[in-house]
């Protein structure tokens, strides 16, 4: 595995929750990151906190569903540092509904930004890694790219998606030496987990401790959330990677809920 020292990285969404953890990860390893995010001040707080402890940063303003801000960004990091050697594709939300009572712009802006914003931004990244003729992509997926649950359809049908993708460019960017792979994890609390034990338990008509226990942790092998720290160390490994050996795979990170 070699290390990202003096490598540029851009992670979306990192100005919160997993994102911001693989950041810091990549920082500490010696990387250059981008903070690439809707938040722009807190985009910006991100990298006044890294930049504070000796690490190199810069915040992007990007909503990754459109094509305009999502080349403006990876524009801006080429102006600032002439290479982009990964890619960390991670901005996500959800929305849970049942199948035959979600709104279909609801649906639209899940795809939009769970698989839009994948392939967009790794177009934009991809011209300027297969001239490098190096380059190394890794997607957040989920368990949820491996399993199902109820009021979940777009998120479960987009992570799964998330591998397709991967797998493709795992084949189209060997010649040029770039490898793609996708992190799986399982429950991790962050605002995006928090917003969605309430909403569980509403929709389910079950106390938010019943989410916790007999939804969100049911299958793990001891009950725990995953942490943004166990998928960070998870990403670094796929990133640093030294050949196309580790390439078209996924990894899951979740106590054990989910096993292959
Ligand atoms: P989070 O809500 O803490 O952070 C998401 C970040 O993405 C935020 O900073 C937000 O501003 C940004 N974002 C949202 N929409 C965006 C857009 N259109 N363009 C750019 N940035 C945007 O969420 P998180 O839990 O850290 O999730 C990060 C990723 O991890 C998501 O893809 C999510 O699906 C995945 N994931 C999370 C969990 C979990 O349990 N938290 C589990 C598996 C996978």
Redesign the pocket.
Known sequence: MQSLEGQVAIV?????????AIAKRFAEDGAIVVI????LP??QATVAEFEAAGHRALAVA????SEEQVEAGVAATMAAFGRIDVLVS?????IVHPIDEFPFSEWKKMM???LD?AFLTTKACLKHMYAAKRGSVVY?????SKEASVLKAP?VTA?HGLIGLSKTLAKEGAKYGVRSNVV??????????E?QIPEQAKALGITEAEVIKNIMLKDTVDGE??T?DD?ADAVLFFAGASTNALTGQSIIVSHGWSME
């Open positions: 979306t969404g990192a100005a919160s929750g997993i994102g911001r690439a995010d809707l938040m807190a985009a990007m909503d990754v569903t991670n901005a996500g939300i959800q939009a930004i769970h914003g957040i997926g989920s368990v949820h998120y992570k799986c994890p399982g429950f991790v609390r962050t605002p995006l987990v917003k959330f995953t943004v998928v």
